[in-house]
């Protein structure tokens, strides 16, 4: 048995000449092994590069004499590379994201849902979240997505841990994700691709989860994102969006852009026949679809109050008072329609159905989605009931006479058939506050169900529009202590700050905020309050 020897011997002998073993005796055929494990078994040599004990020895020997297989043998390390051998490994995309890269990931998926599990059809039916899905997967072939998919893991991961050192982190990674954005622009085709639009929806998300620091205000980089997803899908034109992918980030991102043309108070580029149509040559609207055909409407009706307004005063506005009231004729019947396909679904979260009764807290990420939607309805309602109202006070009239003959009967029979309570909205038009305590009422129930981030976000827009109705409308409007739960729900925290703070951050405006805390009430109803 061999005796161990010292590093220094064994480097020594490594030197020897090719033909003569490590110990100096003479081995003809034999070369030197470099030290490899299973070389060194089959030389019956000590390692060069290591020190061995004596049981290791003896289990060297023991099996030195066992025929060894030849189909076992490896190939020798100087072997000329064959090209023409082709390997079927498919290396796994997580490989080829740096290890902060996969955290952030991770910590991005598992932050959308609990269990990181993605949406469900049914979910994205009712909500703008299946986008969500599929931004992991486009974000290995876009180094500028997945710079923006790691600035945003490590904000969640930020407010999840509270640490500083990991929110400065993110803001750095943010800054370096804006970068990327930037230098992929120029390239010549950078509009077509499906993970800049994704890129684009992201910052957006980002603007929300960012943390309040010393009041800071972000109403310009959130409007630069809506408008650079507008650019993304003007520049493609409607027939890019057809399938895959490519339709579904176009359908979610409707949602953001008609939210930002009424408060633009300017009719978006993408209301028009064409871009209602083609985008679902090949696909099925869902109801989220159908409602915003109608609510994209809002903005045109809205521009054209606000030239009415500005007009009043030095010229005849009859015939532009005319237009107004037939388009808000023509939308009231849009809304009776839709709401009579999703009636099975959006009087469930309703109050006014089962008075004096609690509403059903949502189970899972699809009756969240069916509660935002729900909430963006009531909303559109209350934007086109206030405008109603406001030329329903100039005539003079008790209420305004609607076109709605076939619409009231057809919600009749189906009523009939169906269900007893569709013969409420037989006559939809109650006036706005009527859709605004709806929406209070309704708000607590996004805190009920620990639904991940898409559902802390969903609850911003209705908070803030519910906000500025009661905001700009007269106290003796309000019903009991509507004003009370609207001042919790903007107290709740969301993403380490309170919602109202974050409403003050998007909007930058601090004194909506100060007024409804403060219970400063309107002296008059504002018809264009949002």
């Known amino acids: 048995m061999h005796s161990p020897r010292t590093a220094p011997d064994a480097m ?25 494990r299973d070389r060194v078994d089959r030389a019956i040599s000590h390692c060069a590069g290591y020190d061995q004990n004596s049981a290791l020895v003896r289990r060297l020997f023991a099996s030195a004499n066992r025929p060894v297989d030849a189909s076992k043998q490896l190939p020798r390390r100087n072997a000329d590379y064959d090209g023409n051998i082709k390997s079927n490994i498919v290396q796994s995309h997580a490989l080829n994201r740096s290890a902060l890269e996969q955290l952030c990931h991770g910590e991005f998926a598992s932050a959308l849902l609990p269990g990181g599990r993605q949406y469900s059809a049914k979910a994205a039916n009712f909500a703008a979240v299946g986008w969500l899905n599929h931004v992991s997967q486009l974000s290995d072939s876009e180094a500028a997505l997945k710079c923006v998919l790691t600035s945003t893991g490590l904000g969640l991961l930020a407010l999840i841990t509270g640490d500083i050192h990991i929110r400065f982190r993110s803001l750095q990674a943010h800054n370096r994700a804006i970068y990327e954005v930037a230098k992929t622009s120029k390239r010549q085709d950078w509009y077509k691709r499906d993970s800049m639009l994704a890129a684009t929806r992201l910052l957006l998300c980002y603007e929300y989860i960012l943390p309040v620091v010393d009041g800071a205000q972000l109403p310009q980089s959130h409007g630069c994102h809506v408008d650079g997803t507008q650019a993304l899908l003007l520049a493609r034109g409607p027939h890019a969006f057809t399938s895959g992918i490519a339709h579904q980030l176009y359908t979610d991102s409707r949602h953001s852009l008609i939210l930002s ?53 030095v010229s005849s506005t009859k015939h532009l008072e005319m237009r107004i009231l037939a388009q808000c004729n023509t939308l009231h019947g849009q809304f009776a329609s839709w709401m009579r396909k999703a009636s099975p679904y959006i009087l469930k979260f309703d109050y ?11 189970q899972d990420e699809t009756e969240i989605s069916l509660l935002h939607l729900s909430m963006m309805f009531w909303i559109a309602l209350m934007i086109l009931y206030s405008i109603l109202q406001f030329f329903n006070e100039r005539s003079g009239e008790d209420d305004i006479d609607f076109d709605t003959k076939e619409n009231s009967q057809s919600v009749t029979e189906h009523s009939n058939k ?37 559902e802390s976000l969903s609850v911003i827009v209705p908070l803030w529009f519910t906000m500025r109705y009661f905001l700009n409308r007269k106290s003796g409007q309000h019903k009991g202590n509507e004003l009370e739960v609207l001042r919790k729900a903007l107290s709740t925290k969301l993403f380490g700050s309170s919602a109202a703070s974050h409403i003050t951050k998007i909007s930058g405006r601090t004194d909506e905020i100060d007024r409804i805390m403060g219970g400063e009430n309107a002296t008059h109803d504002a018809v264009l309050w949002f």
Not at 352 to 362: F, G
């Open 352 to 362: 006014t159905i089962i008075p004096n009764m609690p509403l059903p807290i949502p």
């Open 418 to 454: 169906e269900d007893q309570n569709l013969t409420l909205y037989a006559n939809m038009y109650k006036g706005p506050n009527l859709y605004a305590s709806k929406c209070v009422h309704a708000l607590h129930l996004f805190g009920e169900f620990k639904g991940g981030v898409a």
């Open 12 to 36: 020594m002998d490594t030197a020897a000449p090719a033909g003569r073993s490590n110990d100096g005796a003479s081995k003809s055929g034999d070369a030197v092994f470099p030290p490899y």
């Open 261 to 313: 043309a009424i408060l633009k108070r300017r009719r978006s580029p993408l209301c028009t026949y064409a871009w209602r149509t083609i985008p679902w040559t090949s696909q099925k609207k869902s109801i989220k679809d159908e409602l915003f055909d109608v609510v994209q409407e809002l903005p045109a009706l809205v521009e054209q109050v606000v030239a009415f307004l500005a007009l009043q005063p």
